[in-house]
């Protein structure tokens, strides 16, 4: 296990692309953390920089204390899976995985006690003779990862490497990588664009954008406690509902005020910086925080026009419009089908769940959770 610090890391490309800017961050020894954002991010970037597969133009990186941002990949004590699985076609499974060992100047014996205590943890024992070309594209994977593993280095780090695997896979995947970090209490750092994949196995979400950590916490608080508009919009599906309003004070009464005078009081909110009189502020709220009347302690009922429902089987999505705002709700199929064939439904905000955030620079001003 390892801890990884990252200290004022920058990197720009052809001397104008800043990619990176100015990230600081540290990654506890044992911790599944995920770098997630949207393509074009960083993520990928700062993953490389960490093996040691790309310079920087400023900052140090950091493992168990030793600066090794001038050290090369095979120094830093650090083992990586690619998205491309990057298997020797000509080598077996077995070729592929002691390949490094081999390289390195480890016994055969030792090698080959290593090999097969992976290929018993991942369960391809039976596929140690066979070549990638017979293998299925969750098999290569699994070699890709036990390639990894045979080296017992300190980091592992994760380039999106289920992205080319199916719907099905890719579930399954997860769930065996999640149990091999439980297994192995390893550091591992994971890359993805897929908040599934994010939210489900990591311990730590990182969410970046534009070369900037925008968020840093556990899945449970950047789905809930978004810190600002961009982390509240990206996680979710379907995404957060967002209405342009602005904030009334009068006297004693606090509201939130949008369309042609509609109002939700905040008088009983606890704002981390409390909004002037007309400050224009964002209000958002999950689908699944719109629900059937009389759903929640603490709700606001609206009149909803209906545009457009889709059954899940589980539950129901109903996109429809409140005045200029287009709105989608998540409800339970029983009351979907109770009001399907509606033009137009009652609705509540759950009004423990919403969420408040500056019009201009996006920032959270209260998150009054239950």
């Given at each position: 296990m390892a801890t990884i610090e990252l200290k004022n890391i920058d990197k720009i490309y052809a001397g104008k692309t800043h990619?990176?800017?100015?990230?600081?961050?540290?990654?506890?020894?044992?911790?599944?953390?995920?770098?997630?954002?949207?393509?074009?991010?960083?993520?990928?970037?700062?993953?490389?920089?960490?093996?040691?597969?790309?310079?920087?133009?400023?900052?140090?990186?950091?493992?168990?204390?030793?600066?090794?941002?001038?050290?090369?990949p095979?120094?830093?004590?650090?083992?990586?899976?690619?998205?491309?699985?990057?298997?020797?076609?000509?080598?077996?499974?077995?070729?592929?995985?002691?390949?490094?060992?081999?390289?390195?100047?480890?016994?055969?014996?030792?090698?080959?006690?290593?090999?097969?205590?992976?290929?018993?943890?991942?369960q391809i024992t039976e596929l140690l003779d066979r070549k990638p070309s017979q293998l299925s594209g969750g098999q290569r994977q699994?070699?890709?990862?036990?390639?990894?593993?045979?080296?017992?280095?300190?980091?592992?780090?994760?380039?999106?490497?289920?992205?080319?695997?199916?719907?099905?896979?890719?579930?399954?995947?997860?769930?065996?990588?999640?149990l091999l970090h439980e297994k192995l209490g390893k550091t591992m750092i994971y890359v993805t664009h897929d908040q599934v994949e994010a939210m489900t196995m990591g311990t730590n979400i990182v969410v970046m954008n534009e070369g900037i950590i925008q968020q840093s916490d556990s899945s449970k608080n950047v789905y809930m406690q978004p810190e600002n508009l961009f982390v509240a919009g990206f996680l979710g599906s379907p995404p957060i509902n967002k209405i342009n309003g602005q904030f009334i004070k009068e006297k004693q009464n606090k509201y939130f005020e949008f369309g042609n005078g509609t109002r939700i009081e905040l008088s009983g909110y606890d704002f981390s910086r409390e909004p002037y009189d007309g400050e224009e502020l964002v209000l958002?709220?999950?689908?699944?925080?719109?629900?059937?009347?009389?759903?929640?302690?603490?709700?606001?009922?609206?009149?909803?026009?209906?545009?457009?429902?889709?059954?899940?089987?589980?539950?129901a999505l109903i996109k429809c419009n409140l005045g200029q705002n287009k709105i989608i709700s998540r409800v339970s199929y029983d009351y979907y089908e109770s009001v399907q064939d509606s033009k137009s439904i009652d609705l509540a905000f759950d009004l423990d769940k919403l969420l408040i955030f500056e019009s201009q620079s996006g920032k959270l001003l209260k998150a009054n959770l239950a």
């Open positions: 990619v990176l800017k100015n990230i600081t961050h540290t990654i506890k020894s044992g911790e599944f953390t995920v770098l997630l954002g949207p393509s074009g991010c960083g993520k990928s970037t700062l993953l490389n920089i960490i093996a040691g597969l790309e310079e920087v133009e400023g900052g140090c990186v950091y493992i168990d204390g030793k600066d090794v941002t001038d050290l090369p095979k120094e830093r004590d650090i083992a990586m899976v690619f998205q491309s699985y990057a298997l020797y076609p000509t080598k077996s499974v077995r070729g592929n995985m002691e390949f490094g060992l081999k390289m390195a100047g480890v016994k055969k014996e030792v090698r080959e006690a290593k090999v097969k205590e992976v290929a018993e943890l991942l699994r070699v890709a990862i036990g390639r990894a593993l045979v080296r017992d280095a300190k980091v592992f780090l994760f380039d999106e490497p289920l992205s080319n695997l199916d719907a099905k896979l890719r579930a399954e995947m997860r769930s065996e990588i999640k958002a709220i999950r689908p699944e925080n719109i629900k059937e009347p009389d759903s929640a302690e603490k709700a606001k009922t609206f009149t909803f026009d209906v545009e457009l429902a889709e059954p899940l089987g589980y539950s």
